[in-house]
């Protein structure tokens, strides 16, 4: 079975603080990708990652970097947090070929920012 | 503009009862159609993916069908752990790359 994995369940950080969500898969998936989820938005695209080193702007990068040192690792970094950056964080992962790319998701991070 | 659009938004129904959810897409070059369950304050889990029109794909009491406008994620005689919101999600291929467009879903409980 596909497995991914996130590094935090719950998160509450303080303005202006950095932080790190770390996203592993063990598929040996080349996709990595981000998507925060609000009520009533859906899930938005924030960064998505293609291979090592590679890095693509989603829908909502503003406020948002990201890292890809390893192909199983997927971190995303809020440099300075905003309480508008409350949210559940969704990473999936997914092949990369020319056909159907099915996406297997993490189970979350419910980030909430004071 | 490609978009995804599933309804209801919620459906509330009796045990046993059985219905269908709709997703409706407009995107050029679909390449597939897939369907996720998503718990309160869990990740989606994949449940399906749909290739072509006319195409069905089952599980347990889910079964899911293709047209070239629409899904349906059909429930029969759904059980209480059945509820859940239900994504749908469609691939598209613009030129050189392809895209995930997720829809809002629809939240489904099933009353004992």
């Known amino acids: 079975d596909v497995k991914v994995t996130q590094s935090s369940r719950y998160l509450v950080k303080r303005t202006g603080e950095k932080v790190f969500l770390e996203c592993v898969q063990d598929m040996d998936h080349e996709n990595m990708f981000w998507y925060r989820q609000d009520p009533g938005l859906g899930l938005r695209l924030i960064y998505f990652?293609?291979?090592?080193?590679?890095?693509e702007k989603g829908d909502i990068p503003e406020g948002y970097s990201v890292s890809r040192e390893k192909k199983e690792r997927f971190s995303l970094i809020l440099e300075s947090a905003s309480t508008n950056q409350t949210s559940m964080y969704l990473c999936a992962s997914s092949f990369r070929t020319s056909g159907v790319n099915e996406q297997f998701f993490g189970p979350g991070t419910r980030l909430t920012v004071l | 503009e490609d978009q995804v659009t599933q309804s209801p938004e919620a459906l509330r129904l009796q045990e046993g009862e059985s219905s269908s959810l709709n997703c409706s897409y407009t995107v050029s070059g679909l390449r597939g159609l897939f369907w996720y369950r998503q718990d309160p304050g869990k990740g989606p889990e994949f449940l399906f993916t749909l290739y072509s029109a006319g195409e069905e794909k089952e599980k347990e009491r889910l079964k899911a069908t293709l047209t070239k406008k629409e899904s349906f994620l059909h429930i029969t005689a759904p059980k209480p752990e059945d509820s859940a919101t239900y994504l749908c999600?469609?691939?598209?291929?613009?030129?050189?790359?392809?895209?995930?467009?997720f829809g809002s879903g629809t939240r489904l409980s099933i009353r004992p």
């Open positions: 999600a469609v691939q598209a291929w613009y030129s050189s790359a392809s895209k995930i467009i």
């Open positions: 990652s293609y291979d090592v080193k590679m890095k």
